[in-house]
């Protein structure tokens, strides 16, 4: 069985910092594309950041300048740097990765059971 496990999530003033962090375990041979959702209360889902194996990066606008996604490869782990949080940052931050199993399977979209970011203004 696959897994995702996110932690660092909690309650933070505006302008300060926190650090997400997202670690696979289980029968893993390759983890490929990570990334960052959020979901805010009363509204989708959205991307934050995502990286590729390679160390591709993509950000939404609004964390643009602020959150750095960073990934270790041979850990199968994936961090959210936070930088100058905002009220609106305020959510559930979900951990999302593309894996290939050990028996060869891709799993396209695993996700994790999230972590509560509060920030207050």
């Known amino acids: 069985q696959v897994q995702l496990v996110e932690s660092g999530g909690g309650l933070v003033q505006a302008g300060g910092s926190l650090r997400l962090s997202c670690a696979a375990s289980g029968r893993i041979s390759r983890v490929e594309a990570m990334a960052w959702y959020r979901q805010a209360p009363g509204k989708q889902r959205e991307l934050v950041a995502d990286i590729t194996r390679a160390g591709s990066r993509n950000y939404a606008d609004s964390v643009k300048g602020r959150f750095i996604i960073s990934r270790d490869n041979a850990k199968n782990t994936v961090s959210l740097q936070m930088n100058a949080l905002k009220p609106e940052d305020t959510g559930v931050y979900f951990c999302?990765?593309?894996?290939?199993?050990?028996?060869?399977?891709?799993?396209?979209?695993?996700w994790g059971q999230g972590t509560l970011v509060t920030v207050s203004a």
């Open positions: 999302n990765a593309g894996i290939v199993t050990f028996g060869g399977i891709w799993i396209s979209a695993i």
